[in-house]
């Protein structure tokens, strides 16, 4: 329930997301539940454990970024962004690993994420067709659905449209492979959803999280799983499903293809968008020997961070030079440590599930890792849910996986000892 509901983003119970609130309230019955020693449906506790590599990036992060919160005009606000951090990296992943000790319990969290996905879309579609008004009206009509900007709703499509394409999100509860009919289905929504966002660095992120997908799956091998997959035909009409789609989308009256077209053409709004993106972040670079070691504070917006626009330095879109200019380099190698320990993982599990019906997952959450860290060159992601979602979710398999062979590795001895 708690990733379903990452999506209603601006909607707040006090300075509380709903999601957060779930996630909270999950916290406090798994903890509950192991101070009374019931933890028959709770993952063990080597899972729960969180990975070292994480844990030293998490607290290089927070005490960069503690650090720099001495030098901010806000230094409350920038303390609390350090707390956002922790309890995502930390408790919001330990959640997602207690609550998930064996299959059936990770399909349900990937139901969640397919939950979040559907209500996006349907918000957005019926924004643009004009039954809601869910967006605050602008001159494209982009749609945010229930975000607070339309790229913030297309990053989220972007992260999840690798696992659409694969089927991971259309699986039953069973977690059996979905129908052609049905994935086909929810990509198609997905991209239409896309469209309707006029966000551009979406749609060249989704590029970027299918040419993942694509490599990887070819570098790994995986083979054959089960008869249905043996005839070439799905791939055919998968193929020419793409091209109609694309055809149809070229020609259609969406934001995002009328956005494309302007800055083709120069046009002054698209323009400006890109010009003031580069005009700030060549003003934050400038200043970047100011701010090396401490920073100017996470999530800050003081009097000397203006630029010849009068917006702040929180306005900076690239997540990597603004993270590195609010916390300075610390926070940026905290990243960098915990990017890449989850890079490796993703890896390791891709080779290890090659013949595993968890392949297409794993795949499919190092496309979307790769897609939103590619849109997070664009929009300043660092304390938006779904960024750490393919983090949090490769570490669940990555438990889950261990936990499965060092079981494996018991029978098998003690049918050796029984033998012997």
């Not at 330990?94 to 969640?112: D, F, H, K």
């Not at 896309?194 to 060249?204: D, N, V």
Request: charged residues 15%.
């Amino acid at each position: 329930l708690g990733i379903a509901t990452l999506c209603f983003n601006k909607v707040r119970v006090g300075d509380w997301a709903i999601s957060d609130l779930v996630f909270l309230l999950a916290a406090g019955v798994v903890c509950l539940k192991l101070l009374a020693g019931r933890t028959a449906d709770l993952a063990p506790t080597a899972m729960r454990k969180t990975s070292p590599q994480i844990l030293i990036g998490t607290l290089v992060i927070v005490v960069a970024g503690t650090a720099s919160s001495f030098g901010s005009y806000e230094p409350v606000r920038s303390v609390l962004m350090v707390v956002r951090i922790a309890w995502i990296t930390l408790a919001w992943f330990w959640v997602m690993r207690a609550v998930s000790p064996n299959r059936a319990t990770l399909n349900a969290l990937l139901r969640g994420v397919r939950a979040t996905v559907l209500i996006s879309c349907a918000g957005a579609m019926a924004g643009y067709l004009g039954f809601v008004q869910l967006t605050q009206q602008n001159n494209e009509d982009r749609e945010a659905a229930f975000f607070n900007h339309p790229n913030e709703l297309g990053g989220l499509l972007a992260m999840a449209l690798p696992l659409a394409i694969l089927g991971v999100l259309s699986r039953n509860r069973q977690g059996q492979n979905a129908t052609f009919v049905r994935r086909a289905a929810l990509v198609g929504a997905m991209v239409t959803a896309l469209g309707t966002t006029g966000s551009m660095t979406a749609f060249l992120s989704c590029l970027a999280g299918i040419a993942t997908v694509a490599l990887l799956n070819l570098v790994t091998l995986r083979k054959v799983i089960g008869r249905r997959f043996r005839t070439p035909l799905p791939y055919m009409a998968g193929a020419l499903l793409v091209i109609g789609g694309l055809f149809w989308l070229s020609s259609s009256e969406l934001p995002v293809v009328e956005r494309f077209t302007e800055l083709g053409e120069g046009g002054a709004a698209v323009s400006s968008s890109v010009d003031s993106r580069e005009n700030l972040n060549a003003y934050v670079i400038n200043r970047l020997d100011n701010s090396l070691l401490t920073g100017v504070g996470l999530d800050s917006d003081t009097s000397t961070a203006v630029d010849i626009a009068g917006g702040g330095a929180s306005r900076v879109h690239n997540m990597y030079l603004k993270l590195m200019y609010e916390s300075g380099v610390p926070a940026l190698v905290g990243l960098a440590i915990i990017v890449f320990a989850v890079v490796r993982q993703a890896w390791l599990l891709a080779v290890n599930t090659r013949n595993d019906e968890l392949h297409p997952v794993v795949v499919g959450l190092f496309g979307a890792l790769v897609a939103i860290s590619v849109f997070a060159l664009f929009q300043p992601l660092f304390a938006q849910r779904y960024y750490w979602l393919p983090v949090g979710l490769i570490g669940v398999i990555w438990a889950l996986r261990r936990q499965e062979i060092r079981e494996a590795d018991a029978l098998q001895a003690e049918a050796i000892r029984r033998l012997g």
